[in-house]
């Protein structure tokens, strides 16, 4: 009989000791390289959150991750919309409530956020970029630390600690002078003697008593204007028509073309580069004059800001057989200014 208990006693221990053999259990790890890059940290503002970490263990489908901020910092009206997750460098799309397929799910109730991942696990060692930064921000807390707890039902998690002060925005001011640049390439251009059968164009060196030097059309100088302006510049002339004593030459009041034998007198311009453009009447193919010596009149522009525009300058003057004999001559006045 002794022997028999004896036996039943010895399988007992054996059952009881076997029990406690059983597999061990995992434990969560800590997360690592946890950072969270905040766009300000003046306390009470508004401001973008750039949350990374990276997950030992991974995490498998269908687990939360808890995002919990403290001292105050509010989540109030961030939505999925305003969140963006990238697992290492693949974008993960958020939609609010449940998850839906490889979507992750995203509850918001200040301060705390949750995520809930889809069907796609991530990989052990994988780094999670979390970014609110859309319309709706996050909220600082109070002058202090705040601290940021990562948790959930996956099976790592960590904390850290962000320093929220009173004020962490140094104004910074400077001051862009307006500019102008204006030259002109030549302050004397001569035509020669006029001539009845032909046009004379204007040179920039005096050719002495010959007739008509230059006939066919040429630069006689130019002019480079630029500025910072916000609307640009204009660029004006102002002088009469080529006179002598009470004789002048009639000067063209619209663009018009070279008539050999009558009585004119105009310029026409070109351009290029810059911004900067001709204004009529003299951009076409004629020749124009409008100024007087009481008025200025615009002959280039810019609108916007504008890197040098050089302008090129051309004179013509024609005469009819009756123009009365005499030096003729004038003064024109270029001036540009800038329009701040």
């Not at 958020?94 to 995203?106: D, E, S």
Request: glycine share 10%; charged share 5%; hydrophobic share 40%.
């Amino acid at each position: 009989m002794r022997k028999y208990i004896s036996a039943i006693l010895v399988v007992g221990m054996i059952l009881i000791n076997v029990g406690f053999m059983s597999p061990e259990k995992a434990f969560a790890a800590s997360l690592t390289s946890v950072s969270d890059t905040v766009t300000n940290l003046t306390a009470s503002a508004t401001a973008g959150h750039t949350i990374k970490f990276t997950t030992p263990t991974g995490i498998p489908s269908g687990k939360t991750i808890i995002l919990t901020f403290n001292n105050s910092t509010a989540t109030t009206g961030v939505t999925a919309s305003d969140v963006t997750v990238l697992d290492n460098v693949a974008p993960i799309t958020v939609n609010a409530g449940a998850p839906t397929t490889t979507n992750w799910g995203f509850v918001n109730a200040s301060p705390v956020i949750t995520f809930t991942t889809g069907t796609g696990a991530i990989a052990a060692g994988h780094t999670i970029t979390i970014t609110f930064n859309g319309t709706n921000k996050i909220t600082n807390g109070v002058v202090g630390t705040t601290t940021l707890a990562i948790s959930g039902t996956m099976a790592d998690s960590g904390v850290l600690s962000m320093a929220i002060i009173s004020n962490g925005v140094v104004a910074v001011s400077a001051s862009v002078l307006g500019s102008i640049s204006f030259t002109v390439s030549s302050n004397s251009i001569y035509f020669g003697n006029l001539r009845t059968g032909g046009p004379c164009f204007a040179q920039n060196t005096d050719p002495g008593n010959v007739t008509c030097p230059t006939v066919a059309e040429a630069e006689a100088f130019n002019m480079v204007a630029g500025t910072n302006a916000p609307t640009g510049y204009t660029v004006s002339v102002q002088g009469d028509t080529l006179t002598s004593g009470a004789n002048s030459i009639a000067a063209l009041a619209t663009n018009t073309a070279s008539t050999p034998g009558t009585a004119q007198f105009g310029l026409r311009m070109t351009a290029t580069g810059g911004s900067g453009v001709v204004s009529a009447p003299y951009a076409a193919a004629g020749y124009a004059y409008t100024g007087t010596t009481s008025t200025a009149v615009p002959v280039a522009s810019a609108t916007v800001p504008s890197a040098n525009t050089t302008y090129s300058v051309r004179y013509l003057a024609n005469i009819a057989a009756l123009t009365p004999a005499g030096s003729y001559t004038t003064a024109h006045t270029y001036v540009a200014t800038g329009n701040f």
